[in-house]
């Protein structure tokens, strides 16, 4: 019997790290989780706070045809240029004015290391 998918909905890199080490501290986490851990813990650097912050900036960008699923990306990716979100959004097909792609940089350049 196959499972049957009853929801997607994006979750961001920092909220799979937190939920692994609640994991962790509970239980031993599987190769494959272990493995996705010590990923993340390397390329993670903002905090949960931080990035609800600044999912928050860029859904009140109100930018036309850009979904949760694309905020979601750009904050795992945190692209500082207009180019740079371009580049990262490409793989979906949205298009998005470079007027609002400066906007979305701005806001993500603001929180970037």
């Known amino acids: 019997m196959k499972n049957k998918i009853i929801s997607e909905t994006p979750i961001t890199a920092s909220d799979v790290l937190v939920a692994l ?5 509970k239980d031993e986490l599987t190769y494959r989780a272990a493995r996705t851990h010590e990923y993340l813990s390397q390329f993670v650097k903002n905090s949960p706070a931080k990035v609800k912050e600044i999912i928050e900036k860029l859904k009140a960008l109100n930018v036309p045809r850009v979904r949760e699923q694309h905020i979601y990306k750009l904050v795992d990716v945190m692209p500082t240029t ?3 979100i371009k580049t990262a959004l490409q793989g979906y097909a949205v298009t998005i004015t470079n007027d609002n792609l400066q906007k979305m940089a701005e806001v993500v350049a603001a929180y970037a290391h």
């Open 21 to 25: 080490d609640h994991i962790k501290t």
């Open 82 to 84: 207009a180019a740079d």
